[in-house]
Nanobody
Framework: QVQLKESGGDSVQAGGSLRLSCATS????????MGWFRQAPGKEREGVAT?????????ADSVEGRFTISRDKDNAENALYLQMNNLKPEDTGMYYC????????????????????WGQGTQVTVSS
């Protein structure tokens, strides 16, 4: 089963930028979506952005124009990225990388993509 590991979270001032990365445990030439989710304290997890194997992107309205998702299918070490610009305090939360596998856990959907494999998360804190 593939494992995902996020990195790049940090504490920044509002207006700042961060780049999150997600590494996979195994390289597979798969056709599955990958995506980013986040969860703020006391709130439910929400989808941020998804990208298909062919590069089609879906971004939540709340981050449209500020966040960019990208994917490197030839590099398992850093398979997925999230460039976050003009960060706001409401972007604070734990950010999770996700994908789908046949033997994964309970499924959720976002941006017309299914997800059932999750990383451990990386914390992003934005102060005003």
């Amino acid at each position: 089963q593939v494992q995902l590991k996020e990195s790049g979270g940090d504490s920044v001032q509002a207006g700042g930028s961060l780049r999150l990365s997600c590494a996979t445990s195994t390289y597979t030439d798969d056709d599955y979506c990958m995506g980013w989710f986040r969860q703020a304290p006391g709130k439910e997890r929400e989808g941020v952005a998804t990208i298909t194997a062919k590069g089609s992107v879906y971004v939540a309205d709340s981050v449209e124009g500020r966040f960019t998702i990208s994917r490197d299918k030839d590099n398992a070490e850093n398979a997925l990225y999230l460039q976050m610009n003009n960060l706001k305090p409401e972007d604070t939360g734990m950010y999770y990388c996700a994908t789908w596998r046949r033997r994964g856990g309970p499924q959720t959907s976002f941006g017309r993509c299914p997800f059932n494999v999750w990383g451990q998360g990386t914390q992003v804190t934005v102060s005003s």
